[in-house]
């Protein structure tokens, strides 16, 4: 495909409205005269011709004579190609079709012939199909060519067999061969009781719609009279007769080029029998739109104007050229059938420049138009918003070159331009379904549509203030708004990593970060359950311990708070034995219980003193929850009373009952001798 640079669109340009003021166009050049084909110099470009997709096709010349076809981006074709016959020479006129067809006229080793991608079509001096007798062909030129591939040109004819043209017809070749070729038109065949003159009743302008289904001539007939003999002949009927009424109080005298499309709307030009000063004229369907002397986008079309070109596309958009005053302008308007008002100045020759680098800068001025009059169509006009055109451009050299105009946008006339716009509502409302865009409206175009939009920035960034579904960037929405949010994971769990906040889960953020943390009370201190990494703080002296020790005169009462362990137990100490720190040899255990010297397991006992246990069942261990030294009181003698047994030098024991041997025995034996060690 065609490798277009970007052209910004010419509705963001300032177009000319009078010669005064000087325009530098956004352009594409494609090639121009110097350049080389095969390490040889282009010297001769001409016209440029496009198909359905608006892909250029022309031919041109190098400095060794050798002729080549350009289609798209590059030559596809050189005359030296051939090796079985000699081509020499190539016509302006040619035709491309979509996929890479074309056809030019050459001498194919001496006549004039038809060349196409499949070779040769046809060449004079060989007989025509279909005519019949002695008849054959005398020229073959001004071919051109539909989207679909098939070939047309006017061939010369002569009905004995020799050289001097007689009659010319209309031949097409739907598959570009030398056996299919017919005659569409021709001379002597009879249009409206009048025949096509001879020998050249069958002007060389004429053009074919794009599918083929219509075609529109400049004809001669054998009227007797050359004052009346021309006409414009449209799909089997004239619509324009030399010396008719044009219905503008003139009357029609001469035509010349002509275009039509798809839908069969035409364009033709020529003089009236008017005044000199409005005589030049384009017509639209038969009918005249724009005269000579008349004023379009601000330019007046001066006295002596002539019409270079005009073409017509399926969009029922034109473009033309005028020359006057010593330059040649470019129009382009929207809709053909309104073609003054809705015509825009695109290009003045000897003022405008074109920007070929889309710097706003101009890199040559555009000096001449070389559109050729009398060749056929001179410029042709897709749907897709540009023309080609032929110029000449100069930066200190002058030369030739092929390049590729943007035209301007119609968007807003109303009016669908099938090629260029999606809608046309011709209003001037962004927010509903077709905005000056001329595009349905549509998710990332940059305008809010009213009702189902949000916002619309134009772009598809999730992480802006406008997400690319064209909704507003909220917490929550599985999108990272940029300087605003930390994360965002799209749901409202505050466990993970991200919290419904859209921040980054952290420790004292007061929830819990799952797989990470085993509490978070908000807070980053220690000492309150949960510590300042989010781990749950375990209390070592969470239970009290009470510890008695009494002497003959006095009576000493400690209390410890032991995690580890809930038994509470009461030691009691002789202060007037030596050996009152080391084990008590009077100690008693109980026999069905194996103790802490010959297992290695503390036994179901009360400590009494360190180092000192005793199965004595007047030996009081506290329960869970219990206390101890909950019903003592003071007797006044330095003892205690517990409600138990006195004993002998100070010691109170709450009888609590004997306890069952076993396991649970021997753990609570081993609590208490824990709390003993943490107690030294």
């Known amino acids: 495909m065609l490798k277009h640079r970007a052209v910004t669109s010419v509705a963001m340009y300032l177009f000319v409205l009078s010669t005064a003021n000087a325009a530098t166009l956004p352009a594409e050049r494609i090639v121009e005269v110097g350049e080389q084909i095969g390490g040889v110099e282009i010297t001769n470009l001409n016209e440029a011709h496009v198909n359905d997709d608006g892909v250029p096709g022309f031919t041109g010349v190098l ?24 081509l020499t020479g190539a016509e302006v006129t040619m035709g491309i079709g979509n996929n890479g067809e074309f056809v030019y006229s050459t001498s194919i080793t001496g006549d004039d012939g038809i060349w196409t991608q499949n070779g040769e079509v046809t060449h004079e001096t060989l007989a025509i199909p279909g005519f019949g007798g002695n008849t054959v062909s005398t020229f073959h030129s001004r071919p051109t060519m539909i989207g679909s591939g098939q070939s047309y040109w006017i061939a010369g004819f002569n009905d004995n067999g020799g050289t001097i043209t007689q009659g010319r017809a209309l031949l097409t070749s739907p598959d570009n061969t030398p056996g299919n070729i017919f005659a569409v038109l021709r001379s002597d065949d009879v249009i409206e009781g009048l025949p096509i003159a001879r020998p050249s009743g069958l002007d060389f302008d004429y053009d074919l719609s794009a599918d083929g289904l219509h075609h529109i001539h400049v004809l001669q007939l054998d009227s007797g009279s050359t004052t009346d003999d021309g006409v414009i002949y449209v799909d089997g009927a004239i619509v324009a007769r030399e010396s008719l009424s044009t219905g503008g109080g003139d009357n029609w005298a001469n035509f010349d080029l002509v275009t039509i499309n798809n839908a069969g709307n035409f364009l033709f030009t020529g003089d009236t029998d008017g005044a000199t000063t409005s005589d030049e004229f384009i017509a639209y369907n038969g009918a005249i739109v724009l005269r000579e002397g008349d004023t379009v986008d601000g330019l007046e079309l001066m006295s002596n104007a002539t019409l270079r070109f005009a073409a ?113 509502d011709g209003n001037a409302d962004d927010t509903d379904m077709c905005p000056t865009s001329c595009f349905a409206a549509t998710c990332g175009d940059g305008f809010v549509l009213a009702g189902e939009e949000a916002c619309d920035d134009g772009n598809d960034i999730d992480t802006d203030a406008c997400t690319s579904a064209c909704v507003e960037a909220t917490c929550g929405d599985g999108f990272v708004w940029e300087g605003v949010e930390a994360c965002d994971d799209g749901n409202d769990d505050d466990n993970d990593d991200c919290l419904q906040s859209c921040e980054v889960a952290s420790c004292g953020d007061g929830f819990i970060h799952q797989g990470f943390e085993s509490c978070d009370d908000g807070n980053n201190e220690d000492g309150d359950g949960c510590d300042a990494e989010c781990l749950i703080e375990v209390d070592t002296d969470s239970d009290a311990t009470t510890e008695t020790t009494a002497g003959p005169t006095d009576s000493d009462t400690d209390t410890d708070t032991d995690s580890d362990t809930d038994i509470e137990t009461t030691e009691t100490s002789d202060p007037t034995d030596p050996t009152s720190d080391t084990d008590d040899p009077t100690q008693t255990t109980d026999p069905t219980e194996p103790t802490e010297a010959s297992t290695g397991e503390p036994t179901d006992a009360t400590t009494t003193s360190p180092g000192t246990t005793t199965g004595d069942p007047s030996s009081t261990t506290a329960g869970p929850g219990e206390s101890e030294t909950a019903d003592s009181e003071s007797t006044g003698d330095g003892n205690t009373d517990s409600g138990g047994v006195s004993e002998p030098g100070g010691c109170s024991c709450m009888s609590v009952g004997n306890r069952a041997p076993g396991n649970a025995a021997g753990l609570l034996g081993l609590l208490g001798l824990i709390a003993w060690r943490r107690r030294r």
Do not use: M
């Open 63 to 86: 400095a060794n004579t050798d002729r080549f076809v350009w289609y798209e981006d590059g030559p596809i074709w050189l005359n030296s190609d051939e090796v079985n016959e000699t």
């Open 312 to 424: 017509l596309n399926n969009d029922n958009s034109a473009v033309y050229g005028w020359g006057f005053g010593g330059q040649e302008h470019v129009f382009f308007a929207c809709d053909a059938s309104q073609l003054v008002d809705t015509t825009t100045h695109v290009l003045a020759t000897g003022v405008d420049g074109l920007d070929f680098d889309q710097d706003d800068v101009e890199d040559v001025l555009v000096t001449d138009l070389k559109a050729s009059t009398g060749q056929g169509q001179a410029v042709s006009l897709a749907d897709d918003g540009f023309v080609f055109l032929e110029v000449e451009i100069d930066d200190g050299v002058a030369r030739e070159a092929i390049v590729r105009l943007p035209l301007p946008s119609c968007c807003g006339d109303g009016i669908l331009q099938a090629g260029r716009e999606e809608c046309d």
